[in-house]
């Protein structure tokens, strides 16, 4: 059986993957943060790195770890003491990996988009 | 003076054309004959899929886009072309088409566009634009240039105002701080001696202010603010 196209598709020239936009702001700032995931291999990582800018939709982050795409992520971003009078707080948000920039350089990060699952937490 | 040194390296602007019309293609290409420096790569002249991935494989410096009926969704094809020549760092955009209103422009030049021919200009014209972007400058039809930088500089004005946090008045900072060391409303409404109805009504106004919806999203912005 031959596979027939969609003409729907055709015609629209597949212009529906180009109106992902994004609804909240990116705040550019780098933030430090712990990673915990686990590798393809199973054993468990932990991470510190620096967040290159984050929504509550989502995060992209330098990570050497050679995780692949749809791998469950542990963020913990320590609070700023300044806004915390000096309480030591994190706040912690669960994700998956939705794309994974391979570092140009061995010495380079990979680059690592992370898209937040809707619970975020607290924790002292 | 790019002309020269384009010729004096002996390297060529690689120009890729998007153009769902035979007869403005036609007239693109005899356009750009006129520049002997410069060197089509590629038509495309299908789909923006093919158009993208054309970009992808041929790393053109300059893409040259034009379709012969107005796009709706014109400014998420330019971002897309922005999000894979963003990774290059080298493709540059112009639009060919007629000249749209100048808020059209300001959000396309957003998007990602260096350029916008348009079609009345003088095809002559073409070389010298498609010179201008790869140099990394600005092309736009010279009588509309005024009122489209006026336009951009009250946008720009806009953004900064926004994405600061100085519109919130000193109580509404004080919710928005304690949102970012994770405080309930409840708690909150302890810490600064009013009632949750109260804490509620300035989440609400801050929510509106920040143009979000998202608790994590104000989180965000305490953190950010306590950067800096």
């Not at chain 1, 300044?82 to 350089?105: M, N, P, Q, Y």
């Not at chain 1, 061995?106 to 809707?118: E, G, I, M, T, Y």
């Not at chain 2, 094809?77 to 300001?106: F, H, R, W, Y």
Request: positive net charge.
């Amino acid at each position: 059986m031959t596979k027939k196209s969609n003409p729907k598709k055709e015609n629209s020239n597949n212009y529906d993957i180009l109106l992902n936009r994004r609804k909240e702001w990116r705040l550019d700032i780098p933030i430090s943060a712990t990673v915990k995931g686990k590798l393809p291999t199973g054993k468990n990582f932990s991470e510190k790195t620096k967040i290159n800018n984050i929504s509550s939709g989502g995060a992209y982050l330098g990570l050497d770890a050679g995780i692949t795409v749809d791998t469950k992520l542990m963020l913990f971003i320590e609070i700023p003491s300044k806004l915390t009078d000096g309480k030591k707080t994190k706040l912690s948000l669960s994700g998956h990996t939705v794309r994974i920039e391979k570092a140009e350089k061995k010495d380079k990060k990979n680059n690592v988009a992370v898209r937040f699952d809707k619970e975020y937490k607290f924790l002292d | 003076m790019g002309k020269n040194n384009t010729q004096a390296s002996g390297k060529k602007i690689k120009v890729l054309i998007f153009s769902t019309s035979d007869l403005i293609l036609a007239g693109i290409l005899n356009a750009l004959e006129k520049g002997p420096e410069i060197e089509i790569i590629g038509i495309e002249k299908s789909t923006i899929d093919s158009l993208l991935s054309a970009i992808k494989t041929k790393k053109p410096d300059v893409i040259l886009f034009s379709n012969s009926d107005p796009l709706p969704n014109i400014k998420e094809i330019c971002k897309a072309i922005k999000d894979i020549t963003g990774d290059q760092k080298k493709s540059k955009l112009m639009l060919i088409g007629n000249i749209p209103p100048q808020e059209e422009i300001v959000g396309l030049m957003n998007a990602g566009v260096r350029g916008y021919f348009d079609l009345n200009e003088p095809s002559g014209q073409l070389a010298d634009a498609t010179r201008s972007i790869f140099k990394e400058e600005i092309w736009l039809p010279r009588d509309k240039m005024s009122s489209i930088m006026d336009r951009i500089i009250s946008v720009v004005g806009r953004d900064l105002k926004e994405k600061t946090l100085d519109q919130l008045t000193p109580t509404e900072f004080k919710v928005l701080r304690h949102i970012g060391q994770g405080k309930s409303n409840e708690e909150i409404a302890v810490d600064m001696f009013i009632s949750k109805n109260t804490v509620r009504s300035h989440i609400k106004s801050i929510y509106a202010k920040l143009g979000t919806h998202s608790r994590l999203q104000l989180a965000l912005y305490a953190i950010n603010s306590a950067l800096f």
